[in-house]
């Protein structure tokens, strides 16, 4: 929903239930059946930048699971060609693969990187033919518990921007 110029995503699993749950908001190409193509996709230069600010991005408590675990996961996904993606997210990360970049951001500020940095720094090779951004996903997802939960599990991302910019050459 859009309220006072925020994106707002809420994902809700109420107490009584066990099931998944998932909220995606996506630009681009969708996973099922390459939908939806808005403005995606675009090529990304060596002077293209992602910028956004995310002010929200956490869950009421988390939901069970074992040590060093999570059944809980939010984070900002730009999928590329040839598998490569960068994840943004406060600590909740799905594990897709060593052509994915896996970054922290501090919520509030405005987070500006330039994206073939993003993967010369994680030491990820940039394909001949170049980049091209296919989709940018904001994602909430719940896993499926052994037992149905005794209390609500409400997820709440607040966005304020998202840009993708192309910087001057120099």
């Given at each position: 929903?859009?309220?006072?110029?925020?994106?707002?995503?809420?994902?809700?699993?109420?107490?009584?239930?066990?099931?998944?749950?998932?909220?995606?908001?996506?630009?681009?190409?969708?996973?099922?059946?390459?939908?939806?193509?808005?403005?995606?996709?675009?090529?990304?230069?060596?002077?293209?930048?992602?910028?956004?600010?995310?002010?929200?991005?956490?869950?009421?408590?988390?939901?069970?699971?074992?040590?060093?675990?999570?059944?809980?996961?939010?984070?900002?996904?730009?999928?590329?060609?040839?598998?490569?993606?960068?994840?943004?997210?406060?600590?909740?990360?799905?594990?897709?693969?060593?052509?994915?970049?896996?970054?922290?951001?501090?919520?509030?500020?405005?987070?500006?990187?330039?994206?073939?940095?993003?993967?010369?720094?994680?030491?990820?090779?940039?394909?001949?033919?170049?980049?091209?951004?296919?989709?940018?996903?904001?994602?909430?997802?719940?896993?499926?518990?052994?037992?149905?939960?005794?209390?609500?599990?409400?997820?709440?991302?607040?966005?304020?921007?998202?840009?993708?910019?192309?910087g001057k050459r120099q």
């Open positions: 929903m859009i309220q006072d110029g925020y994106l707002i995503k809420e994902n809700i699993r109420y107490a009584g239930y066990k099931s998944a749950r998932v909220n995606e908001s996506y630009v681009g190409y969708d996973v099922i059946g390459n939908q939806f193509l808005d403005i995606l996709p675009i090529s990304i230069t060596p002077e293209t930048y992602i910028q956004f600010k995310i002010d929200e991005m956490g869950i009421n408590e988390k939901t069970p699971a074992s040590p060093e675990y999570t059944n809980d996961w939010q984070y900002l996904m730009l999928t590329f060609n040839e598998g490569l993606g960068i994840q943004y997210s406060l600590d909740q990360f799905i594990d897709m693969g060593a052509k994915v970049v896996y970054l922290t951001f501090n919520p509030n500020l405005i987070i500006m990187d330039n994206l073939y940095n993003l993967f010369e720094k994680a030491g990820i090779s940039i394909p001949p033919a170049g980049l091209i951004l296919r989709n940018i996903a904001f994602v909430q997802q719940l896993s499926i518990l052994d037992t149905n939960s005794t209390i609500e599990h409400r997820q709440r991302m607040k966005i304020d921007s998202l840009r993708i910019i192309e």
